[in-house]
C-alpha cells in the first residue's frame, strides 16, 4: 500500500507539473530544459543522500553494480524524456498523453518475455485504463503525425525504463540509483543541447520558475519516489498507477488555468481510476464480489 502511494504521488506531481514543463519550453530549447531540470533533480538529492550517510542506511554498497545500474536506467531515461521533449513540438499534448500511456500495456507484455507473473486482472485493468486514457485524450480529430510517432518510439523507451529500474531498484540503494540516472540523463541532454541548440543564462533565467519546479518536484521528488516505490511494487501494478498522470493533468488545467472538463473526460478519468481498481485486486474476490450479486 506505502508503495502504491509513493507511485500516485509521483503521478500526481507529474500531471500537475506538466504546465511547467510546457511553460517551460518558451525559453528553453527541450534538451536544455530537460538537462538543467535533471542537474538540479541529481542535486537536491544531495541533502538525503548525506542524511542517509549519516544514518548508515548506505553501508556496504556495491559501487561497480551501481554504476552499471545507474547508466543504462539514465540512457534509457535520457532517450524516452528526449522523444517525448520533442514530440510535442510536432503533436498535440493530447495525442502526446494517450500514446505515450500505451506503456500501460507494453510492460506487461514485456514482462511475459521477462517470465514475469502477469495475472488476467492486471491485464483487465491494463484495459480498462488504456479505453479511459482513449476518452480522456483523444477527441474525434486524433490523426497520426512525425511527433506521434516519436511518442511511440518513446513509450517503448518508458517500459524499458520502468522495467530496468524494477531489476535495479532492489539490487542497489534506490536514492543512489534515482541520483545517478538524473546525473546521466542531465549530462547527455546538455551535450546535445550545447551541440544543436543555443542555450543562454538568459533564456535560463527567464524560464527559472518552471525549471526549478521541474527540477526539484518532477525530478528530485518525483522521480526518487518511482524508484524507491517499485523496489515494492509490481512493474505493472506501477505502470498503471503512473498512467493517472494524464488524470492529474486534466485536474491541473481546470485548477491552474482555469480549463473545463468535458463530461467525456470525466468518464476517461473514471475508468482509469477504475483500471487502477481493478489490478489492484485479486480475480477471485472480483468473481467472487459478481457471484454474491
Given at each position: 500500500m506505502q508503495a502504491n502511494l509513493m507511485l500516485l504521488l509521483a503521478a500526481a506531481i507529474w500531471g500537475l507539473g506538466f504546465v511547467a514543463q510546457r511553460l517551460g519550453m518558451d525559453h528553453l530549447g527541450p534538451y536544455s530544459f530537460n538537462g538543467l531540470r535533471f542537474f538540479i533533480g541529481a542535486l537536491s538529492l544531495l541533502p538525503l543522500i548525506c542524511w542517509y550517510r549519516y544514518q548508515g542506511k548506505l553501508q556496504d554498497v556495491d559501487w561497480?553494480?551501481?554504476f552499471w545500474a545507474g547508466l543504462p536506467v539514465g540512457i534509457l531515461l535520457f532517450i524516452a524524456a528526449s522523444l517525448q521533449q520533442v514530440?510535442?513540438?510536432?503533436t498535440t499534448a493530447a495525442n502526446a498523453g494517450f500514446i505515450t500511456g500505451l506503456y500501460i500495456v507494453l510492460v506487461p507484455l514485456f514482462g511475459v518475455f521477462l517470465k514475469h507473473q502477469i495475472s488476467a486482472n492486471i491485464w483487465l485493468g491494463c484495459v480498462i485504463a488504456v479505453s479511459g486514457l482513449?476518452?480522456?485524450s483523444v477527441g474525434d480529430n486524433f490523426s497520426v503525425n512525425f511527433g506521434d510517432l516519436l511518442q511511440l518510439i518513446g513509450a517503448l523507451f518508458w517500459a524499458?525504463?520502468?522495467?530496468?529500474?524494477d531489476h535495479y531498484s532492489k539490487k542497489?540503494?534506490?536514492i543512489l540509483l534515482a541520483c545517478l540516472q538524473f546525473v546521466v540523463c542531465g549530462t547527455l541532454s546538455m551535450v546535445v543541447a550545447f551541440s544543436i541548440e543555443t542555450p543562454t543564462v538568459t533564456n535560463a533565467l527567464l524560464a527559472w520558475k518552471s525549471v526549478l519546479y521541474a527540477g526539484v518536484v518532477s525530478v528530485g521528488i518525483a522521480y526518487t519516489l518511482q524508484v524507491m516505490a517499485q523496489k515494492h511494487a509490481h512493474p505493472?501494478?506501477?505502470?498503471?498507477?503512473?498512467s493517472l498522470e494524464t488524470v492529474f493533468a486534466a485536474i491541473g488545467g481546470v485548477w491552474l488555468l482555469g480549463e473545463e472538463l468535458s463530461g467525456r473526460a470525466l468518464t476517461g478519468c473514471g475508468l482509469m481510476l477504475l483500471g487502477m481498481l481493478v489490478s489492484q485486486l485479486p480475480l477471485r474476490w472480483l468473481l467472487r464480489s459478481k457471484a454474491f450479486t
Open positions: 561497480k553494480l551501481l514530440g510535442l513540438l510536432y482513449y476518452i480522456l524499458a525504463h520502468l522495467l530496468t529500474i542497489v540503494p534506490p505493472a501494478h506501477a505502470a498503471i498507477i503512473l
